[in-house]
Every structure is written in structure tokens, then in C-alpha cells.
């Protein structure tokens, strides 16, 4: 059983940071692309930034050149630096990962941004 552990939520005031970070754990034989979604109350979950096991990445527009994610291949680990915070970028912060050729999902983590 493969299970997604997410840390580093919490309240920031607008313009400051937050990193988020996700532990993959159990047995885990192939762990391809990482990322984080995000989902805001009343909006559908949108992605936020991927990462392949090459370190290729993707980023939603909107937090170009806010948001940074990387990855430890070592730790079966995907952090998410997130600078710039706008009270927008409040949410609950999901991480996924395809683990053994299947979705997976952590249990989501709390960024609330206050202006």
C-alpha cells in the first residue's frame, strides 16, 4: 500500500511563503509524475504544478514565477515553495503521484492566505 504524507500548511499573510512538502511511503516500485492540485471552496480542483522523475515541470499561469516545485528521488519526496502568497492561492493543497502505475492522492493540506 502506497500512501501520500503532506506537510507544511498553514495561515500567511499576503507576499510571504510556504513550503509544502509530500512523502511517498510503503512499497513503492516505480514513482513517475509528482504535483500538487489545489482546491479553493466552491471551485473544482485545478492543477497547480507537476514534475516528472526526470524533473521536467509544468506550472498553472497563475503561480509562474511564484511557485517552485522539486522533487528528492532519493526520499520519494515532492516539496512545493510557494512565494509571492496571494489570498487567491488560498485552498486545500492535494498531492499526487503516479506510484506503481496507479493515481494516488494525499489526504490534502490547509494554505489560507489572508490580505
Known amino acids: 500500500q502506497v500512501q501520500l504524507v503532506e506537510s507544511g500548511g498553514g495561515w500567511v499573510q499576503a507576499g510571504g511563503s510556504l513550503t509544502l512538502s509530500c512523502a511517498a511511503s510503503?512499497?513503492?516500485?516505480?514513482?513517475?509524475?509528482m504535483g500538487w492540485y489545489r482546491q479553493a471552496p466552491g471551485k473544482q480542483r485545478e492543477l497547480v504544478a507537476t514534475?516528472?522523475?526526470?524533473?521536467?515541470?509544468n506550472y498553472l499561469d497563475s503561480v509562474k514565477g511564484r511557485f517552485t516545485i522539486s522533487r528528492d528521488n532519493a526520499k520519494n519526496t515532492v516539496y512545493l515553495q510557494m512565494n509571492s502568497l496571494k489570498p487567491e492561492d488560498t485552498a486545500v493543497y492535494y498531492c499526487?503521484?503516479?506510484?506503481?502505475?496507479?493515481?494516488?492522492w494525499g489526504q490534502g493540506t490547509q494554505v489560507t492566505v489572508s490580505s
Open positions: 499526487n503521484a503516479e506510484a506503481n502505475w496507479r493515481n494516488r
Open positions: 514534475i516528472t522523475s526526470g524533473g521536467a515541470t
Open positions: 510503503g512499497s513503492i516500485f516505480r514513482l513517475n509524475a
